[in-house]
């Protein structure tokens, strides 16, 4: 398996414009998270799924932000309107029976 | 509040140097996991520790779980630069395994 992917690995967007975050899981795992890192709030859960079922989604900022996961292969995180607050390295991980794999993050830069 | 405490948050330290670091909460976990992130990657994980009091190595990586089950320590013997990297601890919780990081370690190791 090549690991969890996530694209792009890079994104540089205006304030007020849609983003669209993708990752695909480890084939096989059960539980999905977005996590979003920066220097001062360091690794935040933002959301997770079971069975592509969404479980606790208290770690998203607010409204603007929403994820879907449509099959147990792919999963999208959504900021609209963006704003330059949002900037940070996102990631994507999955697991089965508690071990995460993490995916290679998307760095969103809002200008 | 945090549910994981780590500390130090920073540290720089010459090659060869020993070092520990530590994960601290009020809470009690099944299970307790260490990470380290490399710079432009994802968190790996290192080791899951389960049983108080469980030490478990991993070459010059010793990991300690407390006997309450409520902190972990990490002690590298002869760090070398290649050690240098954010070390995060994070726990499983919830019924459907919501995974939580803790604040994090920044380790440097010169040469």
Request: neutral net charge; proline residues 5%.
């Amino acid at each position: 398996d090549a690991g969890v992917i996530q694209s792009p690995r890079h994104e540089v967007t205006e304030m007020g414009q849609e983003v669209t975050l993708r990752c695909k899981p480890i084939s096989g795992h059960n539980s999905l998270f977005w996590y979003r890192q920066t220097m001062m709030r360091g690794l935040e859960l933002l959301i997770y799924f079971n069975n592509n079922v969404p479980i606790d989604d208290s770690g998203m900022p607010e409204d603007r932000f929403s994820a879907k996961m449509p099959n147990a292969s792919f999963s999208t995180l959504k900021i609209q309107p963006s704003e330059p607050r949002d900037s940070a390295v996102y990631f994507c991980a999955s697991s089965w029976f508690g071990e995460a794999f993490f995916g290679q993050g998307t760095r969103l830069t809002v200008v | 509040t945090q549910l994981l405490e780590q500390s130090p948050q920073f540290l720089s330290i010459q090659e060869g140097e020993n070092l520990t670091v530590y994960c601290n909460s009020s809470s009690v976990f099944s299970s307790l996991q260490w990470y380290r992130q490399e710079p432009g990657e994802g968190p790996v994980l290192l080791v899951t520790v389960v049983t108080g009091g469980e030490v478990k190595k991993l070459k010059r990586l010793t990991f300690q779980f407390g006997d309450a089950r409520k902190d972990s320590s990490l002690h590298i013997t002869a760090a070398q630069p290649g050690d240098t990297g954010l070390y995060l601890c994070a726990v499983s919780t919830g019924t459907a395994s919501k995974l939580t990081f803790g604040t994090g370690t920044r380790l440097q190791v010169t040469l």
